[in-house]
């Protein structure tokens, strides 16, 4: 395989998108140091001395697809009119950026693969959770006692819940039985929508 050859200076973006690419096609089980160094055309080595281990490569590719997925969202919800359209928009943006890019997607949650403290890795996940719990907010701004923090905190739970278990219901095809019928087919969009509406 012909790989591009990357510009000097960009080797570590040149191996991110490797990476990425090798995810598309091999899963996160075919993301090697190797693999990755082949696939970017680098040495064995420039992984390592980019990203130190493939920890470190899985979490700053999860760092990029995070950074993606905010700006996926926050696109959403800027173009609705009101909180609760903005947090609808906000669920409907989760599940079609997972639907998109389902390798990166599922690693951006594999936690056992990832190394949460790293900088550029924290930051985006705790952008991701800033805007859904915002949004949550937004979309019930009844004043809140400190009996009542539980009931924020689930709010902010079942939104989440309802979209990642969806996500990952559909990218395994589980809910196949439910949207393929003998005499009828759901858009799985149009359902989750219907989801998102009721209350």
Do not use: C
């Amino acid at each position: 395989m012909t790989t591009k050859p990357y510009h000097h200076g960009a080797l570590r973006e040149a191996l991110l998108v490797a990476a990425e690419r090798l995810i598309k096609r091999d899963g996160v089980a075919g993301l090697t140091l190797r693999a990755a160094a082949r696939e970017a055309g680098a040495s064995h080595a420039a992984p390592k001395n980019h990203f130190d281990d493939l920890t470190g490569l899985l979490s700053e590719l999860a760092a990029v697809g995070f950074e993606r997925f905010n700006n996926h969202l926050r696109s959403a919800a800027s173009a609705e009119p009101n909180e609760q359209a903005r947090l609808n928009a906000i669920g409907v943006a989760y599940v079609e950026f997972a639907v998109a890019n389902p390798g990166l997607f599922q690693l951006m949650f594999r936690g056992e693969r990832l190394d949460p403290s790293r900088p550029a890795l924290r930051r985006a996940m705790d952008e991701a959770f800033g805007q859904l719990t915002a949004a949550v907010a937004a979309a019930h701004p009844d004043p809140l006692s400190e009996r009542d923090a539980v009931i924020a905190a689930a709010r902010v739970t079942r939104a989440w819940t309802m979209v990642h278990g969806y996500a990952m219901l559909l990218l395994e095809g589980r809910l196949t039985p439910l949207l393929v019928g003998d005499s009828y087919a759901i858009d799985a969009s149009v359902l989750l929508k219907v989801m998102l509406e009721i209350e």
